[in-house]
């Protein structure tokens, strides 16, 4: 059969035409993440840990639409994520192999934040640069956020340690604690350090102690539900350091110049106060992170390190010490004295 050169023929003279096969390669992205997000709300990815036929996964998936199923499975093999052999579907992209592990729930989050709450946001971005109001986000994605953000531990781990590197015994008060899991370092670091957590979300201060009771460090650490700006009776006494992991962006602009100097109140002389934090920047993920921050209702802007440093100082702290804490992206950390 004679190969019909016409529809190449006719790509030259598309209109944009490489604009249009730029944005089609960007859309090959887009279609990978959305099937990512249906695999993992579906159960597909943890089904196909060992090979399934097209009949096996209508089964235990319970599907009442094959057809959806199959199209969608076509589409894992478009995107190269899944593969297809004797009838049987497999893994085969490395993002879904991963996303299929027990130890992968920071990239499954991550997932399930861009297609859900940062997709919500840009749905409406719009409307709200004209004035419609934020939107009530964090009820509904501060779990997921929470959970993605563990992609940091490395970077805030290695931060934490070098905190409690060649000190002796510690106090130290955590001010939104999340999982415990930065405590959990600092006291594998030192032996010595005891403390108080504090965070705002009762049912995630109870997940707090119960990690750390199984991590056999619930006798090191007092763990309290409550607002810091209105401190629970827990948060008693003075302490050697005081921390706050990922939530700066939670307390306004206006009110960090207190919120500052109640903090620096509760130390002891010679006593630490340290922050990290994702910072306003110019990289995609720093920009996309601030957009988000801005259309959320009870969130702030991404502070500026500089303007940090400049309170922390109007705050009484004589020495502020910034470090970065990740390479390529402006993540900090803030050591106040």
């Given at each position: 059969m004679a190969i019909d050169v016409g529809p190449y023929l006719t790509v030259p003279r598309i209109p944009h035409g490489y604009a249009q096969w730029l944005l089609m390669?960007?859309?090959?992205?887009?279609?990978r993440i959305q099937f990512l997000y249906f695999s993992i709300d579906a159960g597909l990815l943890k089904a196909l840990r060992s090979p399934r036929t097209r009949d096996q996964l209508r089964t235990e998936l319970g599907v009442t639409r094959p057809d959806l199923l199959d199209r969608a499975l076509d589409l894992g093999v478009a995107v190269k994520e899944?593969?297809?052999?004797?009838?049987?579907?497999?893994?085969?992209?490395?993002?879904?192999?991963?996303?299929?592990?027990?130890?992968?729930?920071?990239?499954?989050?991550?997932?399930?934040?861009?297609?859900?709450y940062h997709a919500s946001v840009y749905r409406d971005l719009a409307s709200r640069m004209r004035g419609a109001p934020p939107g009530d986000y964090l009820d509904q994605h501060a779990t997921v956020i929470a959970r993605s953000s563990r992609v940091l531990e490395p970077f805030l781990a290695r931060f934490v340690r070098t905190l409690m590197r060649d000190r002796g015994p510690i106090r130290l008060?955590?001010?939104?604690?999340g999982s415990g899991i930065y405590l959990r370092e600092a006291a594998a670091?030192?032996?010595?350090?005891?403390?108080?957590?504090?965070?705002?979300?009762?049912?995630?201060?109870?997940?707090?102690?119960?990690?750390?009771?199984?991590?056999?460090i619930g006798?090191?650490?007092?763990?309290?539900?409550?607002?810091?700006?209105?401190p629970p009776p827990e948060v008693a006494g003075d302490f050697d350091l005081i921390t706050m992991h990922q939530n700066i962006y939670y307390f306004q602009e206006s009110e960090r110049t207190a919120l500052f100097e109640g903090l620096r109140a509760r130390l002891r002389p010679g006593g630490r106060y340290v922050l990290s934090s994702f910072m306003r920047g110019q990289t995609p993920a720093a920009i996309d992170f601030d957009i988000a921050l801005r259309c959320t209702a009870g969130?702030?802007?991404?502070?500026?390190?500089?303007?940090?440093?400049?309170?922390?100082?109007?705050s009484g702290f004589d020495h502020v010490e910034p470090s970065r804490l990740m390479p390529l992206e402006p993540r900090y950390g803030l050591i106040a004295r």
């Open positions: 390669r960007d859309a090959q992205t887009y279609f899944l593969a297809l052999k004797d009838g049987r579907y497999t893994l085969r992209g490395r993002r879904a192999r991963t996303l299929a592990l027990d130890d992968g729930d920071q990239l499954v989050a991550m997932i399930d934040e861009l297609a859900t008060l955590e001010i939104g604690c670091a030192n032996p010595a350090v005891t403390g108080i957590a504090v965070d705002i979300q009762p049912a995630v201060a109870e997940q707090a102690r119960i990690n750390l009771a199984q991590w056999g006798d090191r650490f007092t763990v309290a539900a409550g607002d810091i700006r209105h969130c702030a802007a991404l502070p500026a390190v500089d303007d940090l440093v400049a309170s922390l100082r109007a």
